[in-house]
């Protein structure tokens, strides 16, 4: 369980993901918003990341496995397809 948690967590481009995610709370608190406004803008933020990372993923995956992307679980084979699609789905209703 711990293993797939990390894979989709590399599947999910976290590097930009938490990029963007601090980026738009900073902008948040420099427009003045309050704390749960903060919050809520970040979680906003951080799930639709989630899912365009997870969902590149997905979508890429017959193109990156026949270029052997090493750098992308669902090409290692490492992670389903089916899951990468189910976080993605997940995150973007969430």
């Not at 590149?56 to 017959?62: F, G, L, S, V, Y």
Request: no cysteine.
């Amino acid at each position: 369980m711990i293993r797939r948690l990390r894979l989709l967590a590399l599947s999910s481009h976290p590097g930009p993901t938490a990029t963007v995610t601090v980026l738009a709370a900073v902008l948040a608190v420099a427009l003045g918003f309050e704390p749960g406004r903060v919050a809520a803008v970040a979680l906003a933020v951080l799930l639709g990341q989630l899912s365009i990372g997870l969902s590149n993923d997905w979508i890429d995956a017959e193109r990156d496995r026949s270029v052997a992307r090493a750098d992308k679980p669902v090409a290692r084979g490492e992670v389903t397809v089916g899951l990468v699609r189910a976080a993605a789905l997940v995150t973007v209703v969430a």
